[in-house]
């Protein structure tokens, strides 16, 4: 089945540690996506990236890292400088449809924690 | 600045009673517009989008949406909600940048609590 899978489902962080997050598509999709969920808020965007080797910083990207290898594959780091990194973390991919349309599919999330 | 809202936080109903979600927006064109289901500790699973065409569109689990221009309204509904219904509902706008990559922004969410 294809889809979007997200890794670990939970993740615990020490001060001043580096973390990161695993995202993998087999949707064959060319976009992937980012998010921060934070309670009673909608998304915020974190990185996205278009195509392979290029990703560009969304509305909050400052403590955030990623890279984009593979087409498939887009892990995000949180770094020491992320403060507040407590947080649901979506990552989503594209496809172009409907003329130009890019719905996006979320995968099932990654719940951080400070310890 | 383009915006999307969501004015009811929470919505409690019965089961079997008819359900109907607000969203508002805020763009100078037409936009894409979107609604997701995320169930606690979930991903978002969409339910329905419109683009272009009939302003009334189906979706899946039930769910229909009627987009409104003139009230830039997007509002989701169903008929007869089911326990299984209870979850958060996101509405979204997209299409909102000329360039290749269409930002999507996302309303704060509307929680939907079903009483047996």
């Known amino acids: 089945d294809g889809g979007i899978t997200q890794s670990p489902k939970y993740l615990f962080r020490k001060e001043g540690q580096n973390v990161t997050l695993s995202c993998e598509q087999n949707?064959?999709?060319?976009?992937m996506y980012w998010y921060r969920q934070d309670p009673g808020q909608g998304l915020r965007l974190i990185y996205y990236s278009q195509i392979v080797n290029d990703f560009q910083k969304g509305d909050i990207a400052e403590g955030y890292s990623v890279s984009r290898e593979k087409k498939e594959s887009f892990p995000l780091t949180v770094t020491s400088a992320q403060k507040n990194p407590t947080a649901f973390y979506l990552c989503?991919?594209?496809?172009?449809?409907?003329?130009?349309?890019?719905?996006?599919?979320f995968g099932p999330g990654t719940r951080l924690l400070v310890l | 600045a383009q915006s999307v809202t969501q004015p009811d936080i929470h919505i409690t109903v019965s089961e079997g009673a008819s359900l109907e979600l607000r969203c508002n927006y805020s763009y100078g064109a037409t936009p894409y517009l979107f609604w997701y289901v995320q169930s606690p500790g979930q991903g978002l699973q969409l339910l329905l989008k419109?683009?272009?065409?009939?302003?009334l569109v189906q979706g899946i689990k039930g769910f229909e949406a009627e987009f409104k221009r003139s009230q830039s309204s997007f509002n989701l509904r169903k008929p007869s909600v089911h326990w299984s219904d209870a979850a958060e509902y996101f509405c979204?706008?997209?299409?909102?940048?000329?360039?290749?990559?269409?930002?999507?922004?996302f309303g704060p969410g509307t929680s939907l609590s079903v009483i047996p």
């Open positions: 419109y683009f272009s065409g009939d302003t």
């Open positions: 989503a991919s594209s496809i172009d449809l409907d003329g130009g349309l890019k719905t996006q599919y």
């Open positions: 949707l064959n999709h060319d976009a």
């Open positions: 979204a706008v997209g299409g909102l940048m000329k360039t290749s990559y269409d930002k999507v922004i």
